[in-house]
């Protein structure tokens, strides 16, 4: 019995039972979401074998290309979430304006759920790592139909959240507050079991994650700091890797088990930034958190922002801390000359 695996679900159970006045709702989602996305991973697995590959015709909201497979995983999130019982509604980077699940079982619940149903998904074509993004709030309105509100809530209040990554193997890893854990699906079982428990990312890396094409758009302050990873200096006899996927997922998840930092940061193509702030940056802000990281938007820690749309975006830097620290040093280069021109 020592070696026998633990499951996500009795996992769950086993966290679910220590906490006073638990009800199973948050358990139920965290399952449901489980469910979701062993479909997903057997779409994914089968893409160069049924037509999922590709593009659907058609842009989401934020005007971006959409492509078979992500059509295919909003579907699969959302109509789990909604026979669930246990979600009162969803909003998702795909869609313009949230759902409101209706039924008297959906409209007493207490959590809805924001999504990015398939991150880096223009990888798809190429066989590159994707994933989801997923993050729970608790309801700020009561009974009835989920509001605009229920949803615009700081990263801060977010009760869990997490990502699942359908790369060499699919790993479910989540954080309700409590550290951070991640499973690894066995298919031959059809299970995610616990493979990765209490995820520590590591104090310090050598890796750095960044759109290196965009770099001369970048601020002086953040070109200031990859000057800094691409020269030796202090106690470092070479400089550190670069790497980047252009799946979040994929380079968080990387530099989560291995210690780096990710960097999206605005340019001029992105004024505001790229990544979405309730799909994206709240929810791996979280995890990051969790694991003994830092994430912020260069000034401001990422899950403290008020949030004034579903879509905003937001520039975000998140990784370890003593690479956090060189960072936010180089970045006081910005904020001083916007005092100066100011």
């Not at 469910?35 to 015709?57: F, Q, Y």
């Not at 960044?210 to 990873?229: A, Q």
């Not at 979280?286 to 912020?296: D, K, P, S, T, Y």
Request: net charge negative; charged share 20%; aromatic share 8%.
């Amino acid at each position: 019995m020592q070696n026998r695996v633990l499951t996500l679900d009795e996992f769950i159970f086993q966290k679910q039972s220590v906490v006073n006045y638990a009800s199973g709702e948050l358990s139920g989602l965290l399952r449901d979401i489980g469910l979701a996305s062993k479909i997903i991973h057997r779409d994914v697995n089968k893409a160069g074998l049924i037509d999922v590959l590709g593009d659907a015709g058609k842009e989401n909201v934020q005007g971006e290309g959409v492509k078979k497979l992500d059509v295919i995983a909003n579907d699969t999130f959302i109509s789990s979430l909604r026979v669930s019982g246990q979600c009162a509604g969803v909003a998702s980077e795909e869609l313009e304006n949230f759902i409101a699940f209706t039924g008297s079982r959906s409209e007493r619940a207490k959590y809805v759920v924001l999504l990015d149903p398939l991150d880096g998904s223009s990888n798809i074509d190429v066989n590159v790592s994707v994933g989801t993004i997923f993050s729970i709030l608790r309801r700020k309105t009561s009974d009835g139909p989920c509001q605009l509100e229920d949803f615009l809530q700081k990263g801060v209040e977010q009760v869990a959240s997490g990502y699942v990554i359908y790369g060499s193997s699919t790993m479910l890893v989540y954080t309700t507050g409590h550290g951070v854990n991640g499973f690894t699906l066995d298919p031959s079982i059809g299970e995610f079991c616990l493979s990765h428990p209490d995820i520590l990312l590591p104090s310090d890396g050598s890796i750095y994650s960044i759109n290196h094409g965009h770099r001369w758009n970048f601020s002086n302050g953040v070109k200031k700091y990859i000057d800094h990873c691409i020269n030796s200096a202090g106690d470092r006899d070479k400089p550190y890797s670069l790497r980047y996927i252009g799946s979040m997922v994929a380079d968080i998840h990387r530099n989560l088990i291995k210690g780096g930092i990710f960097m999206y940061p605005l340019s001029k193509s992105y004024p505001n930034g790229k990544l979405r702030l309730l799909y994206e940056c709240n929810p791996m802000a979280f995890i990051v958190e969790q694991a003994g990281g830092r994430a912020n938007d260069g000034q401001t820690r990422i899950m403290e922002i008020d949030p004034y749309e579903l879509h905003q975006r937001s520039q975000i830097f998140m990784g370890s801390p003593k690479m956090m620290d060189k960072l936010e040093q180089c970045l006081k280069v910005d904020y001083v000359t916007e005092e100066v021109e100011g």
